[in-house]
């Protein structure tokens, strides 16, 4: 189909006819502010973070506009300051101001807007209104909820029903005590959340921020070492240790999106009580040996019991390839069909 052709700022813009404003505009480089929108999700026009300036149509939410043949639209003006300002005031006015010890301090969508704006939160005065604080729920192994710091974009709602499937959480209760939360308020732990961390990555705030994270100093590339799927993963390394995982977007496997296990089951990497040295048993102690020696005490095993006598379980870590030869020795070599392996872990 044809491309759609409109100005944004005075910019020539080509877009594909299904897009949003939005996404038109952030394709061209052009930066609108947006909260409730993420690319991996249905847009729900909750925040109005996103308003811009339509000739001949006034302010619209640009996540929900789609783009027209010869539109021209505004991302800057007194009327789209004013929309902006205000929905974002309104956001931080009751919004804790710690951000200091906020666990997506620096990497918060909300103070990032907030400055892009020049929003100075002492003003907010007008706004406040008293609000119980609300407890935090530290029952998840992996992550925290804090909905004092919630603002209700609704992301982390949609990725759990839209892409995860598996819609542990929703919206409760009415008004200034609307959160999200699992069915009946429940702690996250006694829910069906199957700690994905889907919602927590796509969190725009502190809302929902990983147990004890720490910035990487860089990251690594690879296969999570889990299960036969073989996400793409990005591991975050600080000091020699491993302290963060992310999907690889690049990942044709996944699209960036990862389970319990491939987003926060690497601390065994670096756990003391990891075996690193193979183990032989001697005079019915396990002693630590080289490869050579364990390997060699393997095949002379082999030799030993062949038929009935041997099995083989291979594993979901292995590559096809590597389950194959495994399947192959078992059968030509040691004479049986007695072989399985793990299909997950
Ligand atoms: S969620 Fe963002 S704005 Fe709120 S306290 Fe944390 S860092 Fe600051
Ligand atoms: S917890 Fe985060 S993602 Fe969910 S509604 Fe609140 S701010 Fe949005
Ligand atoms: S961690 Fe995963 S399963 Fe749990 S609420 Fe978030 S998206 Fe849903
Ligand atoms: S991003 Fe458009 S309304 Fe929130």
Request: net charge positive; hydrophobic share 35%; aromatic share 6%.
């Amino acid at each position: 189909m044809a491309k759609v052709t409109l100005t944004i700022d005075g910019i020539g813009v080509m877009a594909e006819p299904e897009t949003t404003v939005l996404q038109a505009a952030l394709a061209a480089d052009v930066y609108i502010p947006h909260l409730c929108y993420h690319p991996d999700l249905r847009p729900a026009g909750v925040c109005r973070v996103c308003m811009v300036e339509v000739e001949g149509r006034g302010l619209v939410p640009s996540c929900l506009t789609p783009v027209a043949e010869g539109m021209t639209v505004s991302t800057e003006s007194p009327q789209v300051d004013k929309v902006r300002r205000v929905a974002v005031e309104l956001l931080l006015a009751n919004h804790p101001e710690d951000c200091l010890t906020c666990g997506k301090n620096n990497r918060c969508e909300l103070q990032r807007i907030a400055a892009y704006i020049g929003i100075d939160r002492k003003q907010l005065g007008r706004f406040r209104r008293s609000k119980e604080p609300i407890p935090i729920d530290t029952s998840n192994p992996f992550f925290n909820r804090d909905m004092n710091r919630c603002i209700l974009c609704g992301i982390c709602v949609r990725t759990c029903e839209e892409l995860q499937g598996t819609c542990a959480i929703n919206y409760v209760n009415r008004g200034y005590k609307a959160v999200t939360a699992p069915f009946g308020n429940e702690p996250i732990a006694e829910s069906n959340c199957e700690a994905c961390g889907e919602c927590v990555v796509r969190c725009p705030t502190g809302a929902l921020s990983c147990k004890g994270f720490q910035e990487p100093t860089r990251e690594v590339r690879t296969v999570c070492p889990y299960c036969g799927v073989g996400c793409g993963i990005r591991l975050g390394v600080r000091g020699g240790k491993i302290v963060s995982s992310q999907g690889d977007p690049q990942s044709l496997a996944n699209h960036g999106r990862l389970c319990v296990k491939g987003r926060f089951g690497h601390d065994f990497v670096n756990h003391p009580r990891r075996l690193t040295k193979p183990l032989v048993r001697k005079q019915g102690e396990l002693v630590e040996t080289d490869w050579d020696e364990a390997l060699g005490l393997v095949a002379e095993k082999f030799t030993q019991h062949k038929g009935k006598q041997f099995a083989a379980i291979a594993s979901a870590k292995c590559t096809s390839e590597e389950n194959y030869v495994a399947q192959k020795f078992t059968r030509a070599v040691m004479g049986t069909n007695s072989i399985d392996h793990c299909a997950r872990l």
